[in-house]
């Protein structure tokens, strides 16, 4: 492998590590993800940083936590002055090049990258901005977050908008490897658009995310399956917390039954097959590699944004800090059979990705970041436990939330609205509160002191009441002025096919 490798990073929108034959489920049907685990290195305890899309994907390509850049939700900007994962590698010679959805909101498109093969799949404006004052509203009016999750919104469709942007996301990508391809006798490269030097690739699927869709043949994989569908406690209100009522109401769960088992059996089986949709994308992408020649030059990092309750606990989407919400997939692929079959116990976060990739990039200095490199936890060199922290202050939650996870619990903390302290260990399922037990009395006072004294809850609350105003004013006037951040790929026709410098070895 040459000193700066080729790095590729695989994302994926709402999949939970626990649905995938990499993680071990017995059922679900990932061979190509199963391929990178045996070749690579699995993190067993990988969270996001935010349940929720764009705070997730910026607090990843910064290596910042969410509440230090002001990307509170999906309608948050991303400022241009926030350094990024793609500013330091494309200053370090990297040709950085992004396909698909990275749902950066603001006029700022590329936040480091030389360029985007594909437009977003979600508004780039203030679209989406909601109110802080909105505690008993869902955030549609219409069709809620929850009519997804049932029938007749879940099951077997022709095709879907979202089946065709993940198409175009992926053809562009195949098309940009087979660019990079390497001579066979000289292993230079035949032909490249403007860029001789490594390559940083980000590919980034909408699935397994809603609508929950398949086609047919997506649907017949699991034909006779056995399907795992939730159970419920007879007292399960009385376990939801202060942020768990939010969310209910926001996500529109008490307008819809989610908890029908036959709704269960499809959503679930729809979710299975959208995951081998991807895990099928994944292993298209390896096999573009080994057929380019770059299979030996190229780190491959296979990831989430965040996870989905799909019902769990007769919630649906994210924004909380259960497992199936918080946690999510992350598995290192290194040429060489490098760290072949490593296992990673360690709870790591998000965050860690950018850190990480500048380390294997080469890449020696950069501004702070909260996230650390995990290249210390997969050679060993590091055996320090790490606070793995998340934070959710805004679209459905009312107060400032934060989760905090080391060792084996996990506490979760929201202003003014209680606690929550889980023992993972014994209680994989979340359903024992052990905050205010006397028992976990130091556990619980030690985590909450290391959440506070992190975060300034009464600061970032300001911060976020005052963030939510602007933009609703902005929104407005982008709606007078009828202002559009949304990216537009631009394509030169000329210099595709056998057309100008792009033609050059066509017939190889």
């Known amino acids: 492998m040459p000193t700066r490798p080729n790095i590729l990073l695989i994302m994926t929108d709402q999949m939970v590590p626990f649905l995938t034959g990499a993680y071990g489920h017995p059922v679900v049907k990932t061979p190509n993800l199963d391929r990178m685990v045996e070749e690579g290195v699995r993190f067993e305890a990988a969270y996001t940083s935010c349940p929720i899309c764009a705070p997730a994907r910026a607090s990843l390509m910064t290596g910042k936590l969410i509440s230090r850049i002001g990307c509170y939700d999906n309608a948050a900007p991303l400022c241009c002055d926030e350094p990024t994962l793609t500013h330091y590698l494309s200053n370090a010679g990297y040709e950085t090049v992004a396909s698909g959805?990275?749902?950066?909101?603001?006029?700022?498109?590329?936040?480091?990258?030389?360029?985007?093969?594909?437009?977003?799949?979600?508004?780039?404006?203030?679209?989406?901005?909601?109110?802080?004052?909105?505690?008993?509203?869902?955030?549609?009016?219409?069709?809620?977050?929850?009519?997804?999750?049932?029938?007749?919104q879940v099951g077997v469709r022709r095709w879907s908008t979202y089946l065709g942007y993940d198409e175009e996301t992926h053809f562009r990508a195949l098309e940009y490897i087979y660019s990079k391809r390497l001579d066979e006798d000289t292993k230079q490269q035949t032909h490249s658009d403007d860029d001789s030097g490594p390559f940083f690739l980000c590919v980034s699927y909408h699935h397994p995310h809603e609508p929950f869709v398949v086609t047919q043949d997506l649907w017949d994989m699991y034909e006779g399956q056995p399907i795992d569908i939730p159970e419920y406690p007879g007292n399960l209100n009385e376990t939801y917390s202060t942020m768990?009522?939010?969310?209910?109401?926001?996500?529109?769960?008490?307008?819809?039954?989610?908890?029908?088992?036959?709704?269960?059996?499809?959503?679930?089986?729809?979710?299975?097959?959208?995951?081998?949709?991807?895990?099928?994308?994944?292993?298209e992408l390896l096999q573009a590699?080994?057929?380019?020649?770059?299979?030996?030059?190229?780190?491959?990092?296979?990831?989430?944004?965040?996870?989905?309750?799909?019902?769990?606990?007769?919630?649906?989407q994210k924004r909380t800090f259960y497992e199936w919400s918080v946690r999510v997939p992350l598995i290192v692929w290194f040429p060489g059979g490098r760290h072949k079959g490593a296992r990673i116990a360690q709870p790591v976060s998000l965050m860690d990705v950018a850190p990480t990739i500048l380390n294997l990039a080469g890449v020696e200095?950069?501004?702070?970041?909260d996230g650390r490199s995990l290249v210390g936890l997969?050679?060993?060199?590091?055996?320090d436990e790490r606070d793995v922290l998340a934070e959710m202050h805004s679209e459905g939650v009312y107060a400032p939330c934060f989760m905090v996870r080391r060792d084996k619990f996990k506490y979760i903390h929201i202003h003014g609205g209680g606690a929550q302290l889980f023992d993972l260990a014994r209680d994989p399922g979340e359903w024992h509160n052990l905050a205010g037990n006397p028992d976990f009395a130091e556990v619980e006072d030690d985590l909450r002191a290391r959440?506070?004294?992190?975060?300034?809850?009464?600061?970032?609350?300001?911060?976020?009441?005052?963030?939510?105003?602007?933009r609703r004013?902005?929104?407005?006037?982008?709606?007078?002025?009828?202002?559009?951040?949304?990216?537009?790929?631009?394509?030169?026709?000329?210099?595709?096919?056998?057309?100008?410098?792009?033609?050059?070895?066509v017939n190889e």
């Open 101 to 152: 959805k990275l749902h950066y909101v603001g006029p700022d498109q590329l936040h480091g990258f030389r360029r985007r093969l594909t437009t977003d799949v979600y508004p780039s404006g203030f679209d989406w901005t909601t109110s802080r004052e909105a505690v008993n509203k869902p955030m549609f009016e219409g069709t809620t977050h929850a009519h997804a999750y049932a029938t007749p």
């Open 244 to 283: 768990d009522r939010w969310l209910n109401t926001f996500h529109g769960v008490d307008r819809v039954d989610v908890r029908q088992p036959d709704s269960l059996y499809n959503l679930r089986r729809s979710y299975y097959g959208l995951v081998s949709y991807v895990d099928n994308k994944v292993g």
């Open 289 to 316: 590699l080994e057929n380019a020649g770059l299979r030996e030059d190229t780190i491959v990092i296979f990831t989430g944004d965040h996870g989905d309750m799909l019902c769990e606990k007769g919630m649906v």
């Open 365 to 369: 200095e950069w501004l702070p970041m």
């Open 378 to 383: 997969v050679d060993g060199s590091e055996v």
């Open 451 to 470: 959440v506070l004294g992190r975060f300034d809850p009464d600061e970032i609350e300001r911060d976020v009441r005052e963030s939510l105003a602007r």
């Open 473 to 505: 004013l902005i929104r407005t006037t982008m709606q007078v002025n009828r202002t559009q951040w949304d990216y537009d790929p631009p394509f030169d026709a000329s210099r595709q096919y056998v057309r100008g410098s792009f033609g050059k070895g």
